[in-house]
């Protein structure tokens, strides 16, 4: 069965870093995969922020994102992590990651919510001003 964990989550004051990791089962990375990272704000739509694959030469960032998130991989551990720095009040949600199997590179439409298969629980990242 595939199944992908999120953890990390927490509360930091604004300007903070969290690293948040995802942790997949019933799959390697090995084999060919996209894993993208969401969020959802109360009261907010569910938002795509980033995605890796096996095959994609650079990550996916959404602009809110860019410059401040990193999305990488541990093959080792079957785990991808999201960096994130320089964190903002705005950047309160619960983050998800999702997985779409079969695939070596990210959807085209990336935030597409629809066009992962896999997802997990979600953990809360409270940011402070």
């Known amino acids: 069965e595939v199944q992908v964990v999120e953890s990390g989550g927490g509360e930091v004051q604004a300007g903070g870093s969290l690293r948040l990791s995802c942790a997949a089962s019933?799959?390697?990375?090995?084999?060919?995969?996209?894993i993208g990272w969401f969020r959802q704000a109360p009261g907010k739509e569910r938002e795509g922020i980033s995605c890796i694959s096996s095959g994609d030469r650079t990550p996916y960032y959404a602009n809110s994102v860019r410059g401040r998130f990193t999305i990488f991989s541990d093959k080792a551990k079957n785990t991808v992590y999201l960096q994130m720095n320089s964190l903002k009040p705005e950047d309160t949600a619960v983050y998800y990651c999702a997985t779409v199997l079969a695939v070596s590179r990210c959807p085209t439409a990336w935030t597409y919510i629809p066009n992962y298969d896999h997802w997990g629980q979600g953990t809360q990242v409270t940011v402070s001003s």
């Open positions: 019933g799959f390697t990375f090995v084999d060919d995969y996209a």
